[in-house]
């Protein structure tokens, strides 16, 4: 049956009527499921995907909350002024109301979300925001990752959760923290560090023996599955294989019937007393809106979740008279990615955020085969520099020697990766015996290529990177390799064999999207709330308009704005 067939030529298998319907679970959608079911509303919550968490549950889960109690109670007192300094340095065309509402509420819905579910954070003291040498930047506290969540307690519903993406487990499902990473760097040379590593692997293997894959679940899948235990604690009926393909406002103009279709053929009419909540994921896959926020050379690469063909939040909202952000060529959030196909034949898309560019030995290059950003800069500034240099870093190239590989990995190769035959094979890796030889590989003109690895080695010997200043800041030497004296961001390129990667710009979510107010509501083109019409996540137009000040940018705002969701929804006086 055609999916543009208007619901009265179809046959409605069922008709449900529910307090409030959430279409779209990642972060702030199962955020505002859960707080309105807390509130006492029945809630109905609709994934499209067979799966739940969206790119939240492949992400790093981090949180931005300035002035969180959390940082206070660690010694990282930080303030709201000092954070809306920052945020005026690096944000200087928000919208101010919804940006102080967002200040003003970040660690109010922490500590009702803590209090009411089993949602639980910890602030990462040592990871500071992305431009540290701005006023009002701090060194660590504001960003929080959750706490490391047994998936046995999902029982059944582990099944329900998504995957992390393969590149970033070890032996076929083992998740690993952050804290993990230096000791299998170490595993053989320190003591403390190979039983570290051997206990990881013992805990592994036991796992195994009753999951389909390892149950300590780390990041943003951790954070994902606290709140899905939340959810199905506070009684949301989570439905899988759910498209909304139309909302309807009743006789009264509110926005109250959403016809569904489902994978198994059926047909639902769903009412929602209260209100809908659109958390779909925002518009990275909609090619026509899309094309409205990014620069024509950004092209259409997107290192979030494929939500399939379901017209997404803004598409819906749209329909109904909603206001979406004006066209922009600053409307995503950036990571360079690097793309690849894996074995079952699926696209793999692997986002260079934290774990290669900002190591030591290693540079990028354009197509003159000239540096052209200094490395370890945030995955956002990459890209922009990348977009500012035009076609010519589009591709971009990461140039690493042998001992870097190894060490540190390069993309989807992962460190300690003992034949890379099938990564050369491919063409996603690519490799030669001598610089020279690189250049001709990746197709960059060859002298130039040699003089820029020849300067950068020239001073990386010191541990100096003149021309572009790399490891000049906190920010990017927290990334790099503190076993690297005397600077942590950079050593010289001269193990052969040498490596490239190609990298294109990919969103990590849309900064452009559907206009709110400060409560969530949906404001239509003439700056009215749309009566039962909310949305948050990436379907709610940014606060940050494009900018990425810190780490978790995204879903601090996508936890806040989803608590005031669920919290107006259900009436409560905010």
Not at 406 to 417: D, E, M, Q, R
Not at 429 to 454: H, I, M, N, Q, W
Request: proline share 6%; charged share 20%; with cysteine.
């Amino acid at each position: 049956m055609s999916r543009q067939e208007p619901p009265s030529a179809r046959q409605i298998d069922d008709v449900e009527t529910y307090d409030v319907v959430v279409v779209g679970a990642g972060a702030g959608g199962l955020t505002a499921a859960t707080i309105a079911a807390a509130d006492g509303l029945s809630v109905l919550l609709l994934e499209q995907a067979d799966v739940v968490g969206g790119t939240t549950a492949i992400s790093g889960g981090m949180v931005w909350i300035p002035g969180n109690h959390k940082a206070a109670a660690e010694g990282r007192a930080d303030t709201l002024e000092a954070a809306r300094t920052y945020l005026g340095e690096t944000v200087p065309g928000a919208d101010r109301v919804r940006l102080e509402t967002f200040l003003k509420f970040g660690d109010e819905a922490l500590r009702d979300l803590e209090a009411r579910t089993s949602l639980r954070l910890k602030p990462v003291p040592t990871y500071p925001d992305y431009y540290p040498d701005l006023p009002g930047a701090t060194a660590g506290g504001r960003v929080l990752e959750p706490v490391p969540f047994d998936a046995r307690a999902l029982g059944k519903a582990f099944a329900l959760l998504r995957d992390p993406l393969p590149e970033f487990v070890l032996f076929g499902g083992m998740m690993i923290s952050r804290q993990d990473i230096p000791h299998l760097r170490r595993a053989g040379r320190s003591l403390r560090s190979t039983l570290h590593v051997a206990g990881l692997l013992a805990r592994y293997g036991w796992q195994r023996l009753q999951a389909r894959r390892g149950t300590t679940l780390y990041l943003g899948n951790a954070l994902v599955a606290r709140l899905l235990r939340s959810a199905l604690d506070g009684g949301v009926i989570v439905r899988t294989g759910a498209s909304v393909e139309r909302l309807e406002k009743d006789a009264n103009g509110r926005v109250a019937v959403l016809d569904v279709a489902e994978h198994s053929g059926r047909h639902r009419r769903i009412t929602a007393r209260r209100g809908v909540i659109l958390a779909t994921g925002g518009l990275s896959y909609d090619a026509e809106l899309r094309g409205h926020y990014v620069p024509r050379a950004a092209g259409t690469l997107s290192a979030t979740v494929d939500p399939g063909v379901a017209p997404r939040g803004a598409r819906l909202a749209a329909v109904l008279g909603a206001r979406l952000s004006p066209p922009t060529e600053q409307g995503a959030f950036w990571v360079p990615a690097s793309t690849f196909t894996r074995r079952d034949g699926t696209r793999g898309i692997f986002p260079h955020t934290v774990t290669d560019r900002a190591k030591p030995g290693l540079i990028a290059v354009d197509a003159t085969g000239r540096r052209f950003v200094n490395e370890a800069v945030s995955y956002h500034e990459f890209v922009r520099a990348q977009l500012g240099h035009g076609d010519v870093a589009i591709p971009a190239w990461l140039i690493c020697d042998h001992r870097f590989l190894w060490k540190y990995g390069l993309g989807k190769v992962k460190p300690f990766t003992r034949s890379v035959e099938q990564d050369v094979a491919s063409g996603y890796l690519k490799r030669a015996d001598g610089v020279a030889g690189l250049a001709r590989t990746v197709g960059v003109p060859e002298t130039a290529f040699v003089e820029t690895v020849s300067e950068f080695n020239r001073h990386a010997m010191r541990g100096d990177d003149p021309a572009f200043g790399r490891g000049g800041n906190i920010y990017q030497r927290s990334l790099g390799d503190a076993d690297q004296t005397p600077n942590p961001c950079v050593a010289p390129i001269v193990d052969a064999p040498f490596y490239a990667v190609a990298v294109y710009p990919a969103d990590l979510g849309m900064s452009a999207g559907i206009v709110t107010d400060e409560r969530a509501r949906v404001l239509a083109e003439d700056g009215s709330p749309i009566p039962g019409l909310f949305a948050c996540g990436n379907d709610m137009a940014s606060i940050m308009e494009g900018a990425y000040p810190g780490p978790g940018i995204t879903l601090g705002p996508a936890l806040t704005f989803g608590w005031l969701a669920g919290r107006t929804v259900a009436g409560a006086n905010i």
